[in-house]
């Protein structure tokens, strides 16, 4: 054997010898080629997926802004923009809530959920006052992720618990560049949105306010062109009336004036005439005034001048006003009658009294007006604690149902009767209203067209004279307040050395606690009190939040201790979050005793057993 057959025998028996190793390592070069073909289709399906996903968010943007392009009514709008988010997005339920135009709460405007998912009820709402944080989190334009594992405040997480929200993300819609309601977008329970998912119905949020904006503005402008439409429209009617009505009693006095000349007239036609002259004097000297008085009020220069004097007094001489009206006389069947209970002798009020007399005779003016038979009365319906409600009741011709709106516009007259015309400017009632509510009251109108109005009007009483409390042995012997516990939520070591000293003689037991937090914590473990006493920031949201987690907790009254120097912005928030009066620094020795008393409970009223 040759030494080339030997090579080649040697060779056969090495490849013998690793043909196993490298077919195994063939196999293995191929499985792992496998593999990654394998990977690398999973990823183009997964690139075809987000492909399709973003095509058909693509497709929902450019719907929506078709939707929003088109001629569909406002409310129909929010009714299609979430059937193409439920289409495309795939999410559970949306809802959109809108805040009425108060900014108390946010009502639901609209919702879509898929398949058997729960609807709300149409009459849901998101109250701000008892969910301060969820308008807190909008107005700082912060998405609320309602999960259920996410850590939320107390009041949000009983709104998500009520309405059943799982994976809810709750996004700020906004107009005119305030917070003006929400859109909610919930996901099924075993389904986390990504952020893409999440910044694409941001943006969509976004557009939808563009639309609640734009109907916003809409709204404003048509109703300012309306106002303006019609004040154009009453001024018009006010100058051809007021030349009508100045033109009356100035042919009177012109003609009579004339007659007077005349040397024939008897004494009985020259008194006639010279009557004629006055009376048309006198309504013309009225009309000027009504006009005056409606640029004052206009203006803001109506002053108003506040005396006390005895309501009977004042009545008797308002009602001795009508005495020889010659209405009455002429209509024997025409008459004016006061209604003035025995039980209001003694009440004395606190008025303008040129002013409320003005009020009164203004609107029995209007009455005898519009009555031709029958009964006027004028007097006091009822009177409450600290107001009194009086009326003018005719039997007269009624006020349309259609034309009760406008019966306080300035300049208005309503045609009554297609038979007969009344004069007048039509600023009786306008005047009157706008004195009424300067004077602290408000005024109603109940009509029947063809049997006649009653006009209420209400004005306040003055206020009890509280106990004047000069020293300690006046405390201890008019305010004994034993058996009864105040809680003093204050952390300003003055006040309350200030206080301690005051209430430790009113053998009232005292519970001490140190903030708003305390409080609340010291009622959410069932403890109780008479009354409490906290210091509350009121210029801010979260300064409230406290007092309204306490008012759902107890029905234990707050007075809210507070630096504030506006008092009615103070005491308007403050009963809003709750509290039942509101106390300004520096406290007051007898001011803030006399509040405690007002507001706390009597004992027969108060059924809480931990004392």
């Not at 992720?145 to 850590?151: G, I, L, P, T």
């Not at 029947?448 to 306040?460: E, L, N």
């Not at 620094?585 to 809480?608: A, F, G, R, Y």
């Amino acid at each position: 054997m040759d030494s080339n057959s030997i090579k080649i025998d040697n060779l056969v028996n090495q490849l013998k010898d690793t043909a196993p190793e490298a077919a195994a390592q063939i196999e293995q070069y191929a499985q792992t080629a496998d593999n990654r073909i394998k990977e690398l289709e999973s990823e183009i399906a997964k690139l075809r997926e987000q492909m399709n996903v973003n095509q058909q968010r693509h497709e929902l943007f450019i719907e929506s802004l078709d939707i929003e392009n088109s001629t569909v009514s406002y409310t129909d709008f929010f009714v299609r923009f979430l059937e193409r988010i439920g289409y495309h997005m795939n999410p559970k339920r949306l809802f959109i809530f809108l805040d009425d135009d108060a900014n108390v709460k946010s009502n639901l405007t609209c919702q879509w959920t898929s398949g058997s998912a729960k609807r709300l009820p149409p009459n849901c709402a998101i109250e701000h006052l008892k969910c301060p944080s969820w308008s807190k989190t909008l107005n700082e334009k912060r998405m609320i992720r309602a999960e259920k594992d996410s850590e939320l405040p107390d009041d949000i997480s009983l709104i998500v618990k009520q309405f059943g929200f799982e994976n809810a993300y709750v996004f700020p819609l906004m107009a005119s560049g305030k917070i003006c309601g929400s859109l909610i977008y919930e996901t099924c329970a075993d389904r986390i949105p990504d952020d893409l998912e999440i910044s694409y119905i941001n943006i969509l949020s976004i557009l939808l306010s563009g639309h609640i904006s734009k109907h916003k503005t809409a709204e404003i402008l048509k109703r300012e062109k309306e106002h303006a439409q019609e004040a154009d429209r009453l001024k018009s009617a006010f100058l051809v009336n007021m030349s009508h009505d100045i033109r009356i009693p100035l042919n009177s006095i012109l003609g009579f004036s004339d007659l007077l000349a005349d040397p024939d007239l008897t004494e009985t036609e020259r008194d006639e005439f010279i009557s004629l002259i006055d009376k048309s004097g006198r309504d013309l000297i009225s009309l000027v005034d009504n006009i005056i008085d409606i640029s004052k009020i206009e203006t803001g220069q109506m002053n108003i001048k506040l005396e006390t004097c005895k309501l009977k007094a004042l009545m008797n001489d308002i009602m001795a006003t009508y005495n020889h009206h010659p209405k009455f006389e002429e209509h024997s069947d025409l008459s004016l009658q006061l209604d003035f209970a025995e039980r209001f002798n003694q009440l004395s009020i606190k008025t303008d009294i040129f002013r409320f007399r003005q009020i009164c005779i203004n609107l029995i003016d209007n009455a005898i007006q519009f009555t031709d038979a029958g009964t006027i009365k004028f007097g006091v319906s009822n009177a409450w604690e600290n107001t009194i409600e009086f009326y003018v009741q005719d039997t007269g011709i009624g006020i349309p149902e259609e034309s009760m709106h406008v019966i306080f516009q300035n300049f208005c007259k309503i045609n009554r009767t297609s038979t007969r015309e009344y004069t007048g400017t039509g600023l009786g009632l306008p005047i009157s209203k706008s004195l009424i509510e300067m004077l602290g009251g408000s005024i109603r109108v109940v009509s029947v067209p063809g049997k006649g109005s009653t006009f209420y009007f209400t004005h306040p009483l003055p206020e009890k004279v509280p106990e004047s409390v000069n020293n300690l042995h006046e405390i201890k012997s008019l305010f004994n307040w034993e058996g009864r516990r105040i809680a003093i939520a204050d952390d300003i070591e003055q006040d309350r050395k200030y206080m301690e000293y005051i209430l430790n003689n009113t053998n009232a037991e005292i519970v001490w606690l140190n903030n708003d937090i305390e409080a609340l914590d010291y009622f959410k473990k069932g403890n109780t009190a008479d009354v409490l006493l906290m210091e509350m920031q009121l210029s801010s949201i979260n300064g409230i939040e406290p007092a309204i987690s306490i008012s759902n907790l107890t029905e234990t009254p707050i007075i809210a201790l507070t630096a504030n120097t506006n008092t009615n912005e103070t005491r308007s928030i403050a009963e809003k979050a709750g509290c039942a009066d509101v106390m300004s620094k520096p406290l007051n020795m007898s001011n803030l005793l006399n509040m405690i008393n007002k507001v706390m409970k009597s004992p027969e009223e108060n059924t809480d057993t931990d004392k």
